[in-house]
């Protein structure tokens, strides 16, 4: 059985946007290109409606090119559990208001149990303080927390 890997909306922003002229997020989407291409066929990938929900605002053209990356991707259902957990996340981490859905995004990762959720949020998912406080809440709760990494810390599987 393949791993399973939560793809994060940043993942699929990285695919589809024009290359940056900025080194550390051209170079942030080589990486996400490589993974794409060479590991996402040896691991099963979901996404959640939230994913989609942040992949459709915005321009247009750019909508288009994200939603062509997810069309065959599985969708993770919602529930109230997972929201009662985003809800406990976004309080627990104190994730700023304009950042909800990122508890939202680990909420169902966790739910789901994922092997790993594939972020390039350093911020607010794939940091090591929200590494280490996630595990804390998660081990209160008994229930396993997925491996937060960008693809760059999953080139193997």
Request: proline share 4%; hydrophobic share 40%.
């Given at each position: ?15 589809a946007s024009k290359p940056s002229r900025d080194l550390i997020v051209a170079a942030h989407q080589q990486i996400t290109l490589e993974w794409w ?17 942040e992949i459709s605002a915005g321009d247009q053209d750019a909508v288009r090119r994200r939603q062509e990356y997810i069309k065959d991707i599985p ?83």
């Open positions: 059985m393949s791993a399973s890997v939560y793809v994060e909306t940043t993942i699929i922003s990285y695919l291409s060479h590991i996402r066929p040896q691991v099963s990938c979901y996404i959640s409606p939230f994913v989609i929900q969708i993770l259902q919602v529930n109230s559990e997972i929201q009662q957990l985003a809800r406990l996340y976004y309080e627990e981490l104190t994730i700023p208001n304009k950042a909800r859905l990122d508890a939202a995004h680990l909420a169902i990762a966790v739910w789901h149990e994922m092997d790993y959720l594939l972020s390039w949020n350093c911020k607010h998912i794939v940091s090591g303080r929200t590494r280490k406080a996630l595990e804390k809440i998660n081990s209160r709760l008994q229930i396993r927390t997925p491996v937060l990494c960008t693809p760059e810390e999953l080139m193997e599987v």
